[in-house]
């Protein structure tokens, strides 16, 4: 069975760093690729980037560009998602989901979730 | 302001018929690019409900179906049920923005 498990929630203070994981199973990991999506209080879902843990592929939306590293270890089967400065703004949950290509491809399996709670 | 526009609520009664447009432009749908559809029921994870257009995962009733066509997509829900009561979105590729882009979704609500 297909399966991402994430990282439990978080609360941090603004300025702290953060890094957020997101473990495969069930399939073989360096053949997907793995997409972080964004969903704000109340709000809708945004595209963050995607990477290919194959090769560390990866592309970032223009929004998130420079706000966000994602990376992933193939040799634990795990996504990353990583702040150096958190704000308030980023507060969220965010998700990860399995893509068969970075293009035009749908996220066919998705983990449970990751709330950020970024407060002072 | 999302790159495909989504109505931001439809309505109808059980066993009725609704639809779901997403409407986008020649960076995306247009340019042929797949359009998928997710369901995200409160408090969950989205989980996908078509993809590539028109196609059902495994398990997916067939009450749920896909259309594309020029810049615009649709998501028709027939037989509405209580258990239909989600939000929706779809999701495509842009080409100008190099990347997935989605929806600002639509919440269904079974009257």
């Known amino acids: 069975e297909v399966q991402l498990v994430q990282s439990g929630a978080e609360v941090k203070k603004p300025g702290e760093s953060l890094k957020i994981s997101c473990k495969g199973s069930g399939y073989s990991f360096t053949s997907y690729w793995i997409a972080w999506v964004r969903q704000m209080p109340g709000k809708g879902l945004e595209w963050m980037g995607i990477i290919y843990p194959g090769d560390s592929d990866t592309r970032y939306s223009p929004s998130f560009q420079g706000q966000v590293t994602i990376s992933a270890d193939k040799s634990i089967s795990t996504a990353y998602l990583q702040w150096s400065g958190l704000k308030a703004s980023d507060t969220a949950m965010y998700y990860c989901?399995?893509?068969?290509?970075?293009?035009?491809?749908?996220?066919?399996?998705w983990g449970q979730g990751t709330r950020v709670t970024v407060s002072s | 302001q999302s790159v495909l526009t989504q109505p931001p609520s439809v309505s109808g009664a059980p066993g009725q018929r609704v639809t779901i447009s997403c409407t986008g432009s020649s960076s995306n749908i247009g340019a042929g690019y797949d359009v998928h559809w997710y369901q995200q029921l409160p408090g969950t994870a989205p989980k996908l409900l078509i993809y590539g257009n028109s196609n059902r995962p495994s398990g997916v009733p067939d009450r749920f179906s896909g259309s594309k066509s020029g810049t615009s997509a649709s998501l028709a829900i027939t037989g509405l049920q209580a258990e239909d009561e989600a939000d929706y979105y779809c999701?495509?590729?842009?080409?100008?923005?190099?990347?997935?882009?989605f929806g600002g979704g639509t919440k269904l609500t079974v009257l």
């Open positions: 989901a399995r893509h068969t290509g970075a293009v035009s491809t749908q996220g066919d399996h």
């Open positions: 999701q495509s590729y842009d080409i100008s923005l190099s990347g997935l882009v």
